[in-house]
C-alpha cells in the first residue's frame, strides 16, 4: 500500500492522495505480483494484480513454475530464487490522452517513483530489494496478458531475503 496505494490518512478528498506524483493525476500505472512458492505466507505460487482502490492483491493466473518463468524472462539466474517479482506497467493511453507522446515520459517517471518507494519499503522491512533492467518485454507482457500496444511492462524488482 504504502508504494503505490492510496494515502487514507487525514481528511477524505475529492481527489484521494497515493503515495507518489503523477503528472496531471493520470496514474497510468499498475502493479502485478510474481509470487514464488513458499516463500510469502499466504499467498499462492501465482501471479497477482494489484487493485489500488480496494487495496488488495487480485489472484490472476497459476504459475507452474516460477523458476523456469524467471528464467526465461531475466538475463540473471538469481532472480529465479527471488520471493517475489514486482512488475511496474504503464497504460499508456492514462497520460497520453492528456499529454500527447509526452505522456509516455510521465509514466517512465512515474514508475521510478513508485520503484523507489518500494525500495524504501523493502530496506524498512529488512527485506533485499533489486530493480531489474535486463528482461523480455515480450515474454512478460504475455505472461500477464497484456497488450503492447496499450499496455507494457517497464520496470520490474526483486524482493526476497
Known amino acids: 500500500n504504502y508504494s503505490a496505494g492510496i494515502n487514507i490518512k487525514g481528511k477524505k478528498d475529492i481527489y484521494p492522495k497515493r503515495f507518489f506524483p503523477s503528472g496531471g493525476m493520470r496514474f ?10 513458499n516463500k510469502v505466507k499466504g499467498l499462492t505460487q501465482s501471479s497477482y494484480h ?11 493466473f497459476l504459475i507452474s513454475d516460477y523458476e523456469k518463468l524467471a528464467r526465461s524472462i531475466f538475463v540473471q539466474d538469481w532472480i529465479a530464487k527471488s520471493s517475489i517479482i514486482i512488475c511496474i506497467s504503464a497504460v499508456f493511453n492514462r497520460s497520453r490522452i492528456k499529454y ?9 517517471i512515474e514508475a521510478g517513483h513508485i520503484g523507489q518507494n518500494i525500495y524504501l ?3 524498512a522491512m529488512g527485506l533485499k530489494c533489486c530493480a531489474l533492467g535486463g528482461f523480455s518485454d515480450y515474454k512478460i507482457n504475455q505472461e500477464l496478458e497484456l497488450k503492447n500496444e496499450n499496455e507494457s511492462v517497464l520496470y520490474m524488482l526483486a524482493i526476497g531475503k
Open 28 to 37: 497510468p500505472n499498475e502493479i502485478y505480483i510474481l509470487v514464488n512458492k
Open 50 to 60: 494489484y487493485n489500488i482502490k480496494r487495496n488488495c492483491l487480485e489472484k490472476m
Open 121 to 123: 519499503i523493502s530496506s
Open 100 to 108: 500527447g507522446e509526452r505522456g509516455y515520459r510521465y509514466c517512465l
